[in-house]
């Protein structure tokens, strides 16, 4: 069993992220619970409440079935179970798209209403002037370029991005307009890895891959994915650290059999007159 790392009580913020440019590597992963923002709290620099819980934990076929208000109560959730990490908060789909003035009043929503430090939201020169709206309402935020999954149905499926140089091209001018219009980072996913090395060379704020490159300034997996509890679709980038599947699937197994049998409950899990206090 790993040791837990020492827990303090200063929460990291946004600024604090983007001064570890280039230093020792960033580690992100997803949260959408309490509590496993409890557990991954002592280990781990970000907590993102990613939009992939619409698909992770509420069954949806993409990200376009997260709401406003589903980022608000999972944003909630993890600030509660957590104390150290910088908790960002995605900005669903149709919440940001069509104006700055729609995103900076969704920004200040999931802000306000979740305590977290940042959002983050999808898309780079197409994004820019949203971007600047909420860095200059006071609100940090953290790009996200490449694959994109909000776009997943307009692209026709998850497509790793720079294969051909137009797109090359296309990816380092989204980065370099999400660094210009203020954002704290930028995540990178599903990227070629030659590319994502060198947009990280080239922008002064730290990057974050995806399926994108291990010379990135950090790191994010999926945290239903990197302990294999992901029921549908894993990305080829994904490495499994556990199979939390079968150690459920197993325990289930266990529980039915011995219900079944009248094994369970046993004697230590009823109460009687004589066996203890009135604490359950
Ligand atoms: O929604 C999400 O989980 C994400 C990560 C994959 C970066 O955006």
């Known amino acids: 069993m790993a040791t837990q790392l020492p827990t303090t009580d200063i929460r990291i913020g946004a600024d604090l992220i983007r001064r570890r440019k280039g230093g020792t590597p ?12 409890r557990l991954l709290d002592p280990y781990v620099d970000l907590l993102l409440v990613g939009d992939s819980v619409a ?14 208000e589903m980022m608000i109560a999972h944003g909630q959730a993890v600030m509660r179970g957590s104390a150290k990490a910088c908790v960002v ?19 200040r929503r999931i802000v306000g209403e979740s305590g977290c430090q940042a959002v983050k939201l999808e898309g780079g020169v197409d994004m820019a002037a949203q971007i600047a ?5 006071d609100i940090p ?25 137009e797109n090359v091209a ?10 210009k219009a203020g954002a704290f980072s ?30 990135c300034d950090g790191q994010i997996l999926v945290i239903d994915d990197m302990v294999g509890l992901t029921v549908d679709r894993v990305p080829k980038f994904v490495k499994q650290y556990a199979d939390l599947r079968s150690v459920i699937a197993h325990a289930a197994e266990r529980y039915a059999s011995e ?22």
């Open 26 to 37: 960033i580690v992100c992963l997803t949260a959408y619970t309490y509590p496993i923002a």
């Open 55 to 68: 698909m992770v934990l509420h069954g949806h076929e993409t990200t376009l079935g997260a709401s406003l």
């Open 89 to 107: 908060v995605d900005m669903p789909a149709g919440t940001y798209e069509d104006s700055a003035a729609q995103a900076v009043v969704s920004a």
């Open 133 to 137: 709206a909420i860095v200059a309402a």
């Open 141 to 165: 935020v953290m790009g996200h370029i490449g694959l994109q999954p909000q776009s997943v149905e307009k692209d026709g499926g998850y497509k790793i991005k720079g294969r051909t140089d």
């Open 170 to 179: 296309a990816l380092i001018a989204d980065a370099l307009a999400v660094e």
């Open 186 to 215: 930028l995540v990178i996913e599903g990227t070629i890895e030659t590319v994502a090395a060198d947009i990280t060379r080239r922008i002064a704020i730290p990057t974050i891959g995806i399926g994108a490159s291990g010379e």
């Open 259 to 280: 219900v079944r049998d009248r094994d369970f409950p046993g004697p230590t899990h009823v109460f009687s007159r004589t066996n203890g206090g009135d604490e359950s």
